[in-house]
């Protein structure tokens, strides 16, 4: 492998500092005090699934205690599941001769009765016990006096999980939609989807992964540009222009490393990419290394140093401009804006602008990610990346399956296993399967000094041993937030104006963490909201804001590049394209 030469001074020792104040146990991963607890840790951590049972046990006696100190509740449920079970009663005699609405309505996103057979005598009675039951323990679980919203979050989410096991759609016998197909094709469907469910179980023992539908390279990540740069962290990607003109100011992208950088350049009719080159922007992006056990000791200083820091210089370096507009994804955004506050503390001027895109830099509101991450739930995942060196993908991917469930294990397992449907593969959902490890160091620093501490925000976070505060970021900043993101949910990404001084613009768009951001215009169904507060005028609370900002319909992509396009400059002829190092989109992206 080609690799570039860096900067000394950007390969620095890790500071001491980047663990300071963290209260961290084991500063060191080296110690030998330490060993025998993180080995117990991690081999406990494979028969759980790596769940702290410390974690699920401390907020189940917070529920148990908390609810057997709480008469009023016990009354309160007693009288609710009487009541409850009385309509369901009522309905079960009315149910089985008439065409009657069942007391309980599922949920919007709830779509697992949804089929019109399930309104049919006795589907319709199991569906709603099932619905009932699900209602009372929500309420069980919930405004117990003196539980910790945390463990109430915790014991919700578990309870949900349980019963979502034991859904009547999840079985052949009460499901009327399987047993119709079953009669219809004679039982081969079940067949068809043993089979299938021995196949991936055969796969998966033997470490095998499915090839995918699109790969990148072939069918994904496939707009023409050069590797710039490759450094042991990252490979730096320029796109070649597609305009006899582009602005002054050239673009990097900053992608998150949980996952592969062509979430942005997608089918070239899903590609960002593609588009912000259509429209006369130089486009640098960086592709993540995906990290082995030797890159244990990356921690964000390596991120930020050899990710942000030497990007921004290859391409000052690269393009001959003086200013440069960044943009951040997910991860990518927080890191970037950990990276523009320490410039903007030491007086570097080469940002023009800042664009956040679902990036959370305040972590008090994480949305269901909180879910698994206290301190002692991040303990126990620590002991596991010590003893491998870096989170595994398939503990990633069970983490935000288990956030959606009911679409991504239950519905899917239905649809395969059941009734026999084969998957119809989008590209989005073959980069959702490319996932990628993280090392250690970094993940245990991001968990730490972000979610559980809340640093950066708190102007606590300490780049090259001083902190860094958001308020010293003096660039105009582009904020999106997506309505149904469950990673960073939009409120949490609106704090941005909550803490920096600068001039933001602030885009609420349909969709989801992924979905939402890959809007290409001409979708259907796509809406968002934008308006830009002034650095001087006065904060207003998200509800107000979303109350108060009019409604546009169509993609966001055109009214960011438009608002790009003011930060980026005049139009000239385009840099020169380097030799580059190969092709896009380099080796790190096709590593596994």
């Known amino acids: 492998m080609n690799e570039r030469a860096f900067p000394a001074s950007t390969v620095r020792e890790r500071d001491a500092s980047a663990w300071q104040g963290t209260r961290h146990p084991y500063p060191d991963t080296d110690v030998t005090h330490a060993a025998a607890d993180l080995a117990l840790n991690a081999w406990i951590g494979r028969f759980t699934g790596h769940v702290s049972p410390a974690a699920l046990g401390l907020a189940w006696f917070d529920w148990c205690s908390h609810l057997l100190l709480s008469p009023d509740k016990q009354v309160e449920l007693v009288s609710h599941g009487m009541t409850a079970l009385g309509r369901w009663l009522q309905y079960c005699a009315v149910g089985a001769i008439a065409d009657a609405p069942g007391p309980v309505t599922p949920l919007a996103q709830d779509k697992r009765f949804d089929d019109p057979a399930w309104q049919r005598w006795p589907f319709n009675l199991i569906s709603q016990g099932f619905l009932t039951q699900q209602q009372w323990w929500h309420r069980a679980t919930r405004s117990v006096r003196g539980m910790s919203a945390h463990h109430a979050d915790v014991v919700t989410f578990v309870t949900r999980q349980l019963l979502d096991c034991a859904a009547p759609s999840n079985f052949v016998a009460t499901n009327p939609v399987v047993l119709q197909t079953t009669c219809e094709r004679g039982g081969m469907n079940l067949v068809a989807g043993t089979l299938r469910a021995s196949g991936e179980a055969w796969r998966a023992a033997r470490g095998q992964a499915a090839v995918p539908a699109f790969r990148p390279g072939r069918e994904v990540a496939v707009t023409p540009g050069k590797v710039?740069?490759?450094?042991?962290?990252?490979?730096?990607?320029?796109?070649?222009?597609?305009?006899?003109?582009?602005?002054?100011?050239?673009?990097?992208?900053?992608?998150?490393?949980?996952?592969?950088?062509?979430?942005?350049?997608?089918?070239?009719?899903?590609?960002?990419?593609?588009?912000?080159?259509?429209?006369?922007?130089?486009?640098?992006?960086?592709?993540?290394?995906?990290?082995?056990?030797?890159?244990?000791?990356?921690?964000?200083?390596?991120?930020?140093?050899?990710?942000?820091?030497?990007?921004?210089?290859?391409?000052?370096?690269?393009?001959?401009?003086?200013?440069?507009?960044?943009c951040g994804y997910c991860l990518g955004g927080t890191l970037l804006a950990i990276a523009a506050a320490a410039m903007a503390r030491e007086r570097d001027e080469r940002l023009a602008s800042l664009t956040l895109l679902a990036a959370q830099v305040d972590f008090t509101e994480p949305g269901e990610l909180s879910l698994f991450i206290d301190e002692s739930e991040v303990s126990f995942l620590e002991a596991t990346m010590w003893s491998q060196g870096y989170l595994d993908t398939r503990q990633m991917a069970g983490a935000f399956q288990l956030l959606r469930s009911n679409d991504l294990i239950w519905s899917r397992r239905l649809r395969h296993y059941l009734l026999d449907l084969p998957d119809r593969e989008t590209d989005l959902m073959s980069w959702n399967a490319d996932a990628t490890r993280m090392p250690f160091r970094m993940h245990s620093d991001y968990l730490r000094r972000l979610f559980l501490n809340n640093d950066l925000a708190s102007a606590r976070?300490?780049?090259?041993?001083?902190?860094?505060?958001?308020?010293?970021?003096?660039?105009?900043?582009?904020?999106?937030?997506?309505?149904?993101?469950?990673v960073a949910p939009w409120r949490s990404v609106y704090k941005i104006g909550l803490l920096s001084d600068a001039e933001v613009s602030f885009l609420l768009t349909t969709g989801g963490h992924n979905a939402g951001v890959v809007a290409p215009p001409g979708g259907a169904g796509r809406s968002y909201q934008l308006a830009t507060r002034a650095p001087d005028a006065p904060y207003i609370d998200p509800e107000r804001w979303q109350q108060e900002t009019p409604p546009r319909e169509g993609s966001w992509w055109p009214a960011w590049t438009a608002w790009l396009a003011h930060q980026a400059g005049p139009l000239a002829a385009p840099p020169p394209m380097p030799p580059g190092l190969g092709p896009a989109p380099g080796e790190y992206v096709l590593a596994r």
């Not at 992006?285 to 210089?313: F, Q, T």
């Not at 041993?465 to 993101?485: H, M, N, S, Y």
């Open 228 to 326: 710039v740069l490759r450094n042991r962290l990252m490979e730096l990607l320029r796109y070649e222009p597609s305009t006899p003109q582009v602005h002054a100011s050239p673009l990097l992208i900053v992608p998150a490393w949980i996952m592969k950088y062509y979430i942005l350049d997608l089918s070239p009719h899903n590609s960002l990419v593609r588009y912000l080159v259509g429209q006369g922007h130089t486009v640098y992006m960086i592709s993540w290394k995906n990290p082995r056990a030797e890159d244990r000791g990356m921690g964000l200083h390596d991120y930020r140093c050899l990710g942000v820091m030497e990007a921004l210089d290859a391409v000052g370096r690269d393009s001959g401009a003086s200013r440069v507009n960044a």
């Open 461 to 486: 976070y300490q780049v090259d041993g001083k902190p860094v505060a958001l308020t010293d970021i003096e660039v105009p900043i582009f904020a999106v937030g997506t309505r149904t993101d469950h």
